[in-house]
């Protein structure tokens, strides 16, 4: 197993609609329980990178100000974004530049406050991380985008209402027992019985999506630490180790995409790269944490990821092989759809539950057997760019 | 100066390629094509990161294609909230040509179907925005 680079500390806040506070505030929140969990102090950290979605922000160059807040100057620090995958990207960059072997110790922080933006407000900003020369003048936003997935993929695979609302109920089953989640009600089928008032989630948003397919804003922040092997092994009791790491982009415009039955095809390439670099097939990841921005997108991961084969992946719900107690767990945080997706936080949250899955530390959402690989699979835009992470316990 | 007229409400202003609204106000959808190696694209590039070449010229984009996906929005971003619900969808054309629009508001939404044949056109906003959209085919 590679062990040049690990994580020796994991921190979020909780997601929440309306953070009280302000964007440093809330970065703080990850970042006091990453650094507590990692056991260090500030001067143990030799640089930090900061990841969020530029456009909720009304701070400008965000990275000085909040590492100034964290106490981490004068180290240096910058910001790097990739939309709703900024925080993977953050530690794709953290982990080169300690392989580079220009700093042992860096900390990735995600953070985003979407609540100071209207809902509607917020989705035009998401809009724009889509073409906004050729396509936001149509009245584009996010769900739409991926409704035109479902749409050609439902026709052509047979996936119905009912496998997506199925992503949805297993996501509240995990999203009920997280404390950090956002939306933690229980959701029933009753919830998504079309024509009946009362059914809230069934409502239509971007046909063939309907509320309950789409994950919910939120504010939040993520904190991830990454080391060395030395300093790993000096530091930490129980580092797990970053095994592959594999990205991939695509074309913008929707005109460009070659296949909507496929899914995103970052998916795979991200995919195939981490499963390269780690040695591994997808046969050997024990857990996984997977971009589930709407229900469709669940299914489409399955299918890059490996998990099923083309056209399949309705199965894998069908089954209920995505539980916790199931062959090959997925999103047993409740994932975006449940946890919430505060857009810059989202790839570092993703990351803490597979480390806290690997050192056998998520209670009550503690995938059983001891898992020993995970997999973090985290999307930027409508697959714009595509960031798949392999981790493994040492 | 010229595509703030593009679309229901543009983004940009300036744009190499902003001659696509001229060609909407004299009813042809245009693409352009690469005079050097003879790529064609939609939407529109000013430059080609095929051969690096700057020159190109404008072609005609086909009428006929197949509606490859599409979805129907009931909630609509800042600026676009008299409109829902309308239809989005991809148009195939064939030989690596595709096109996102809007779908015409005279057909029912029962009748579109992944797969059907449709024809596109340019089509004018009652603010005299210019646009194009999908129609049956
Ligand atoms: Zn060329």
């Given at each position: 197993m590679k062990k040049d680079v690990a994580v020796i500390g994991v921190g979020q806040s909780s997601f929440v609609r309306g953070y009280e506070g302000s964007i440093r505030e809330l970065a703080f929140e990850a970042f006091r329980e990453a650094m507590q969990d990692a056991g260090i102090t500030q001067k143990d950290v030799d640089a930090s990178v900061f990841c969020s979605a530029p456009e909720y922000d009304k701070q400008r160059s965000p990275a000085g100000v909040l590492a100034e807040y964290l106490g981490l100057i004068p180290q240096p620090t910058f910001y790097v974004e990739s939309v709703c995958s900024s925080s993977s990207t953050g530690v794709k960059v953290g982990y080169s530049m300690i392989k580079s072997g220009l700093h042992d110790v860096v900390v990735v922080l995600g953070f985003q406050k979407m609540s100071e933006i209207t809902s509607a407000e917020s989705q035009e900003r998401m809009g724009r991380g889509a073409d906004i020369q050729w396509e936001a003048p149509f009245g584009t936003m996010m769900p739409a985008y991926y409704a035109l997935y479902a749409q050609a993929y439902m026709a052509k695979h047979g996936l119905t209402h009912d496998d997506l609302m199925g992503v949805r109920l297993k996501s509240s089953t995990y999203g009920v027992i997280n404390e950090r989640a956002v939306y933690r009600k229980a959701v029933k089928p009753g919830d998504f019985k079309q024509g009946d008032p009362e059914a809230k989630l069934a409502g239509p948003v971007a046909w063939p999506l309907r509320v309950g397919d789409c994950c919910a804003n939120a504010d939040g922040s993520s904190c991830i630490i990454l080391a060395d092997a030395k300093k790993a092994k000096s530091l930490s009791k129980k580092p797990v180790w970053i095994l592959g790491i594999g990205a991939a982009s695509e074309a913008v415009n929707m005109a460009a995409r070659p296949d909507f039955t496929k899914g995103l095809s970052v998916g795979y390439g991200a995919a195939a790269e981490a499963y390269r670099m780690a040695g591994i097939t997808s046969k050997d990841i024990k857990v996984a944490e997977v971009h589930d921005c709407f229900t469709i997108a669940e299914i489409m991961a399955y299918e890059g990821l490996g998990f099923a084969p083309a056209g399949e992946g309705k199965q894998l719900i069908r089954e209920k092989a995505t539980y916790k107690d199931g062959k090959m767990p997925v999103n047993v945080d409740g994932g975006l759809l449940s946890k919430g997706h505060p857009i810059g936080a989202t790839g570092g949250s993703q990351i803490r539950t597979i480390v806290l899955q690997l050192r056998g530390e998520a209670g009550p959402m503690q995938v059983p057997g001891g898992p020993d690989i995970g997999l973090v699979h985290n999307i930027g835009g409508v697959g714009l760019y595509g960031n798949v992470t392999i981790f493994g316990r040492g | 100066m010229g595509f703030e007229k593009f679309g229901r409400k543009s983004f940009t202003a300036v744009t190499k390629t902003a001659k696509f609204v001229d060609f909407l106000a004299e009813g042809k959808v245009e693409g352009t094509v690469c005079k050097d190696c003879g790529a064609r694209f939609f939407p529109p590039r000013a430059d080609c990161a095929k051969?690096?070449?700057?020159?190109?010229?404008?072609?005609?984009?086909?009428?006929?294609?197949?509606?490859?996906?599409?979805?129907?929005?009931?909630?609509?971003?800042?600026?676009?909230?008299?409109?829902?619900?309308?239809?989005?969808?991809?148009?195939?054309?064939?030989?690596?040509?595709?096109?996102?629009?809007?779908?015409?508001?005279?057909?029912?939404?029962?009748?579109?179907?992944?797969?059907?044949?449709v024809i596109i056109r340019p089509f004018k906003y009652d603010d005299n925005q210019l646009s194009f959209e999908i129609a049956k085919g």
């Amino acid at each position: 197993m590679k062990k040049d680079v690990a994580v020796i500390g994991v921190g979020q806040s909780s997601f929440v609609r309306g953070y009280e506070g302000s964007i440093r505030e809330l970065a703080f929140e990850a970042f006091r329980e990453a650094m507590q969990d990692a056991g260090i102090t500030q001067k143990d950290v030799d640089a930090s990178v900061f990841c969020s979605a530029p456009e909720y922000d009304k701070q400008r160059s965000p990275a000085g100000v909040l590492a100034e807040y964290l106490g981490l100057i004068p180290q240096p620090t910058f910001y790097v974004e990739s939309v709703c995958s900024s925080s993977s990207t953050g530690v794709k960059v953290g982990y080169s530049m300690i392989k580079s072997g220009l700093h042992d110790v860096v900390v990735v922080l995600g953070f985003q406050k979407m609540s100071e933006i209207t809902s509607a407000e917020s989705q035009e900003r998401m809009g724009r991380g889509a073409d906004i020369q050729w396509e936001a003048p149509f009245g584009t936003m996010m769900p739409a985008y991926y409704a035109l997935y479902a749409q050609a993929y439902m026709a052509k695979h047979g996936l119905t209402h009912d496998d997506l609302m199925g992503v949805r109920l297993k996501s509240s089953t995990y999203g009920v027992i997280n404390e950090r989640a956002v939306y933690r009600k229980a959701v029933k089928p009753g919830d998504f019985k079309q024509g009946d008032p009362e059914a809230k989630l069934a409502g239509p948003v971007a046909w063939p999506l309907r509320v309950g397919d789409c994950c919910a804003n939120a504010d939040g922040s993520s904190c991830i630490i990454l080391a060395d092997a030395k300093k790993a092994k000096s530091l930490s009791k129980k580092p797990v180790w970053i095994l592959g790491i594999g990205a991939a982009s695509e074309a913008v415009n929707m005109a460009a995409r070659p296949d909507f039955t496929k899914g995103l095809s970052v998916g795979y390439g991200a995919a195939a790269e981490a499963y390269r670099m780690a040695g591994i097939t997808s046969k050997d990841i024990k857990v996984a944490e997977v971009h589930d921005c709407f229900t469709i997108a669940e299914i489409m991961a399955y299918e890059g990821l490996g998990f099923a084969p083309a056209g399949e992946g309705k199965q894998l719900i069908r089954e209920k092989a995505t539980y916790k107690d199931g062959k090959m767990p997925v999103n047993v945080d409740g994932g975006l759809l449940s946890k919430g997706h505060p857009i810059g936080a989202t790839g570092g949250s993703q990351i803490r539950t597979i480390v806290l899955q690997l050192r056998g530390e998520a209670g009550p959402m503690q995938v059983p057997g001891g898992p020993d690989i995970g997999l973090v699979h985290n999307i930027g835009g409508v697959g714009l760019y595509g960031n798949v992470t392999i981790f493994g316990r040492g | 100066m010229g595509f703030e007229k593009f679309g229901r409400k543009s983004f940009t202003a300036v744009t190499k390629t902003a001659k696509f609204v001229d060609f909407l106000a004299e009813g042809k959808v245009e693409g352009t094509v690469c005079k050097d190696c003879g790529a064609r694209f939609f939407p529109p590039r000013a430059d080609c990161a095929k051969c690096f070449s700057k020159s190109m010229d404008w072609f005609e984009m086909p009428k006929k294609g197949k509606l490859e996906t599409f979805t129907t929005a009931y909630y609509a971003p800042f600026g676009f909230e008299a409109d829902p619900p309308y239809t989005m969808g991809v148009v195939d054309f064939g030989g690596g040509l595709k096109l996102f629009a809007r779908l015409a508001k005279e057909i029912k939404p029962d009748e579109i179907k992944v797969g059907m044949d449709v024809i596109i056109r340019p089509f004018k906003y009652d603010d005299n925005q210019l646009s194009f959209e999908i129609a049956k085919g």
